[in-house]
């Protein structure tokens, strides 16, 4: 077996490695749960590539995310149910039915419009898909899948529920649910009632979120990017505390601070 810019190989890798007659032990073992959590972690990988811009980085995590429907398809193929195949034509099915001014005659004359075009394919899907199960009541919020990042689900939830006008006439009116919410986990922590504060703590995401997508943000880039941000800051005040001789535990709040303004400053020059 040797290496190929074709994927018919990656196939073939997959299947022997499935194979019960000389086939990898682990991978024999393997089901569509156990390896989930793979398929979410090789697609994090994929983004923090393009967020690094490391394209050496992003060709090799490509490689490792392609894998995962490979792997999906071998083992759905194995019990009868469809193989790589079938997900191939599927989504080139999706994708001319979804761009008709590209692949038939209806014409796009900006992307606005195209977009508009795909929104709207996309809603008689839902309801045709809602048909074949037997849903009589389908939601615009049915198919939002649960396992996205919190932070990302509530941004889409409530992207839904606008296209029907549910939601906020402009960004100033989302700020102040902000400030609502963030009232009431005060209110709720002053109670001592442990279970308002969990629940007023997730209002409060839910409006950051949905003030996110009114402010044209998208919210769980916003917050990795905060989290880089504090991290480099952090590594500065370690740094300085290191340059000072002095334990990080041992410096004390007033001093920390002192090295986090430092960055900060130097952030905003």
């Known amino acids: 077996m ?18 019960p007659d000389g086939g990898c032990p682990w991978d024999l073992e393997q089901d569509f749960a156990s390896i989930r959590h793979y398929t979410i972690e090789e697609a994090y990988e994929v983004a923090d590539a393009i967020e690094r811009n490391d394209m050496g980085d992003l060709r090799e995590e490509l490689g490792d ?13 194995e019990a009868g149910h469809f193989d790589i195949g079938d997900v191939i034509f599927g989504i080139t099915q999706k994708l001319i039915r979804r761009h008709p001014h590209v692949f038939g005659e209806d014409a796009a004359q900006n992307a606005e419009m195209a977009k508009g075009r795909w929104e709207a394919i996309k809603v008689e899907e839902r309801a045709a898909k809602a048909a074949r199960k037997g849903d009589t009541t389908p939601s615009l919020l049915d198919d939002v899948p649960q396992v996205l990042p919190a932070l990302a689900r509530a941004e889409k939830l409530t992207k839904r529920a606008a296209k029907v006008g549910f939601d906020w006439p ?17 209110e709720a922590h002053a109670s001592g009632d442990k279970a308002a504060v ?23 880039g916003a917050l990795r990017d ?19 001789g002095i334990a990080a535990a041992e410096a004390g709040l007033d001093r920390l ?4 303004n430092e960055i900060r400053a130097a952030d905003k020059a």
């Open 2 to 19: 040797q290496p190929s810019r074709e994927i018919s190989r990656l196939i073939e890798i997959m299947a022997a490695l499935r194979n």
């Open 65 to 77: 995310l392609l894998l995962q429907p490979i792997y999906h398809a071998q083992m759905a193929s």
């Open 170 to 186: 402009d960004l100033a009116s989302v700020a102040a649910k902000v400030e609502e919410e963030l009232a009431e986990v005060a």
């Open 198 to 220: 969990h629940e007023e703590i997730g209002d409060l995401l839910f409006a950051v979120a949905n003030l996110a997508r009114k402010a044209g943000v998208d919210a769980e």
């Open 226 to 244: 905060a989290n880089l941000k504090f991290t480099r800051r952090f590594h500065h005040v370690e740094a300085r505390c290191r340059e000072d």
């Open 257 to 260: 601070d002192g090295y986090w």
